[in-house]
């Protein structure tokens, strides 16, 4: 394997890609949903418990302390992803009684499957998305969605987030119209999304994406963050190489995880 691979995954298990490190940045610049978290030794817990996934002991009742604070449903995530594609199995949960299978049904995908290493359990606040139409095994609502890749305090490109190739499983027959269609919303509003996008800018060094969603009330809000070197762009998805198949990992549409919120 070539020290570019190496570097890359560095880059992939970087602690500047926790929400951890880059939500209390933008919390009070930028719409996003409201978020609190219990942090743990979660991998230490798995190794011990020689499963999949487990929790450190007194973690769950803190986590359902804050998803009663905010009401069902609420959205669940890791630190790092969380587990978007298998969406109604993992980071939605719409009642108490599937929260603990929920968390359980996440954490293994990400530490087996996808192998990174979260250290935190992150409750959102949930806001539904403009969406059209659901895909994926997890019947993830799509909705518009853009990522912003942000350089050194500037705005270098955005993309819509959704790409055809990406969308399996979709559950209209028209869903290629929805699609354009909420491309198109991106486009005419644009200037809503890049002009929060370039207030968090000022306030991140080197390379970053950025990624909005519109919501039903039609707000463009933030929901994720992520190093840029290791952000899924539509460029990946032609591509077959190990090198971008972990990069897209990281709330990719094609690799992973929003519903990001």
């Known amino acids: 394997m070539d020290e570019d691979y190496f570097r890359h995954l560095k880059l992939l298990h970087d602690e500047r890609n926790s929400l951890l490190y880059w939500y209390p940045k933008i919390k009070d610049i930028a719409p996003t949903p409201k978020t609190k978290w219990v942090e743990g030794d979660i991998i230490g817990a798995t190794i011990r418990a020689n499963a999949d996934a ?3 002991r007194g973690m769950y009742p803190k986590i359902r302390k804050i998803a009663r604070e905010f009401g069902y449903p609420v959205f669940i995530r890791t630190d790092i992803d969380s587990d978007k594609h298998n969406y109604k199995n993992t980071c939605f949960v719409e009642s108490e009684d599937k929260l603990l299978g929920n968390i359980m049904e996440m954490l293994a995908n990400i530490i087996a499957f996808k192998e990174l290493y979260p250290r935190a359990i992150c409750v959102r606040e949930y806001v539904e998305l403009d969406w059209k139409f659901k895909a994926f095994w997890g019947e993830l609502p799509i909705a518009p969605e853009v990522r912003v890749m942000i350089r050194n305090h500037e705005i270098e490109r955005w993309f819509f987030y959704w790409v055809e190739d990406a969308i399996k499983m ?10 354009a269609e909420m491309r198109q919303i991106a486009e005419d509003e644009q200037d809503k999304f890049l002009s929060i996008a370039e207030r968090v800018a000022k306030v991140f060094d080197g390379y970053w994406s ?4 519109r919501t039903r009330k ?30 897209s990992l990281l709330e990719g549409s094609e690799g992973d995880s929003n519903g990001k919120v």
């Open 54 to 56: 487990a929790l450190p």
């Open 170 to 179: 979709p559950s209209v027959s028209n869903w290629r119209e929805l699609l």
């Open 210 to 213: 950025v990624d909005f969603a």
């Open 218 to 247: 039609g707000n463009w809000i933030l929901i994720d963050m992520a190093l840029g070197e290791v952000s899924w762009t539509p460029e990946d998805t032609k591509k077959k190489s190990r090198k971008n198949l972990f990069s």
